[in-house]
Nanobody, 123 residues
Framework: QVQLVESGGGLVQAGGSLRLSCAAS????????MGWFRQAPGKERESVAA????????YYVDSMKGRSTISRDNAKNTVYLQMNSLKPEDTAVYYC????????????????WGQGTQVTVSS
């Protein structure tokens, strides 16, 4: 089992940047594919980006391609999401998730979830 804690959210102006972090407990972090998801008020949780356990394969939802970078440091049990050129529509609670499988951007494939971190982008 793995426990996940997100950090790095906050209030930023449109066009700004944020770097989210997700720290995982346990000694088997490198055995999990990791994903970032977000949920805006009144909307379903949607995928943002994902990364394979070794870090060699990444996935991005179309709306975040070119504006975000997912990365991981297995020595630090941490996955990151760098977001640039933020827009008001990026406002949401951002969650990281872990999967023992290889689900890519498929939300249903993730077994473990963090509590989320709020990102608010002002216009």
């Amino acid at each position: 089992q793995v426990q996940l804690v997100e950090s790095g959210g906050g209030l930023v102006q449109a066009g700004g940047s944020l770097r989210l972090s997700c720290a995982a407990s346990g000694r088997t972090f490198s055995s999990y594919d990791m994903g970032w998801f977000r949920q805006a008020p009144g909307k379903e949780r949607e995928s943002v980006a994902a990364i394979s356990r070794g870090g060699g394969i990444t996935y991005y939802v179309d709306s975040m391609k070119g504006r975000s970078t997912i990365s991981r440091d297995n020595a630090k049990n941490t996955v990151y999401l760098q977001m640039n050129s933020l827009k008001p529509e990026d406002t949401a609670v951002y969650y990281c998730a872990a999967s023992a499988g290889r689900p890519g951007l498929s939300r249903s494939g993730y077994n473990y979830w963090g509590q989320g971190t709020q990102v608010t982008v002002s216009s």
